[in-house]
């Protein structure tokens, strides 16, 4: 059951509604829009966006890709990257002129001084904040400067915060607008809808045409039944999802522990081992000692001997 099991029982009698079953707003319901503009100003100080409702974050994505960009643009992923954004990018054609930006190797942040010197040409840049697959939180000043690098190049700036509640200790997630920003947000995380499949943009009103023809010609609407069940669980708020973090805290914490137990074990003072991120979402990077030459052989190892799942750090460009 999604984790607001009363909103559940709702949509369940909705189904019987005549209106479920038809065509819906392109961009979503106009009352869930609105609900979802006030969430974006009080919460995460995004004002001034238009809002359009999609199936899932990833849906989302590829909105945003086809919108901003053709086949020849450069466009930029910060390794290590989400993969689906990757894979996005070679289903429209753009991979052939991915810019790969590396990260500074202690905080996993993008490497400020690498980004500057490439950016320059590139048509669109991705961020996840929280990181998908580290964990890293984006402090608001870094963010900002990243924008503004953004800004003076001409390259508009997609930051995914599908994690957007998923911060740990005293870390904070922000979020930026401007004409050269898009946000994406999403319902399968905090509020236990992966299945229904709700996300949803935060983009400049110039970017609507755009936006809409992509949006017609992939899911004509967002289905309604689901963007019902939204609409109620955005009743919950923001703390009715962080009252629910205790566990996953707590778990975050004994595989951190364990992780640096066991490379500490393995591992000598030189030899490159250790842990990176894990300050929000629900991963982490564990960087192996150097004389693991493929990670993919350890992964199956821990899946076959241990039954114990990860994946591999190159999947996502990253140092594991």
Not at 105 to 123: F, N, Q, R, T, Y
Request: with cysteine; aromatic share 8%.
């Amino acid at each position: 059951r999604p984790s607001c099991g009363k909103s559940q029982d709702k949509a369940a009698k909705m189904v019987a509604d005549p209106q479920t079953s038809a065509y819906g707003a392109d961009d979503g319901l106009p009352e869930l829009r609105q609900r979802l503009r006030h969430k974006l100003a009080v919460e995460n100080n995004v004002r001034d966006v238009q809002v359009m409702v999609t199936a899932g974050a990833n849906q989302a994505y590829m909105n945003v890709a086809l919108a901003l960009a053709e086949p020849g643009d450069r466009v930029g992923l910060v390794a290590p990257y989400y993969f689906n954004h990757l894979m996005a990018l070679q289903m429209t054609g753009l991979a052939d002129t991915l810019v790969p930006c590396p990260s500074e190797p202690h905080s996993m942040l993008p490497d400020l001084a690498a980004l500057e010197a490439v950016i320059p040409g590139m048509k669109m840049l991705t961020l996840c904040n929280p990181c998908n697959p580290t964990g890293v939180v984006y402090p608001k000043d870094f963010l900002q400067r990243v924008s503004d690098l953004c800004a003076r190049a001409g390259c508009w700036l997609v930051v995914d915060n599908t994690y957007e509640y998923f911060v740990y200790g005293e870390h904070e997630h922000d979020a930026l607008s401007g004409d050269h920003v898009v946000n994406i947000f999403s319902f399968s995380k905090a509020y236990g809808m992966m299945g229904w499949r709700v996300g949803y943009l935060a983009y400049p009103p110039a970017l609507e045409p755009s936006l809409m023809k992509v949006q017609d010609t992939i899911p004509i609407c967002p289905p309604i039944i689901s963007q019902r069940l939204a609409l109620e669980t955005l009743a919950f708020g923001r703390e009715w999802v962080l009252s629910h973090f205790e566990t996953l805290g707590k778990n975050r914490g004994a595989v951190v522990a364990a992780l640096q137990e066991g490379l500490q074990t393995a591992s000598t003072p030189d030899n490159g081992a250790r842990v990176y991120g894990g300050q929000g979402a629900i991963y982490l990077l564990a960087k192996l000692p150097h004389h693991f030459q493929d990670d993919a052989v350890l992964v199956e190892r821990l899946a076959k001997e241990h039954g114990v799942v990860v994946i591999p750090g190159a999947a996502t460009r990253g140092r594991s």
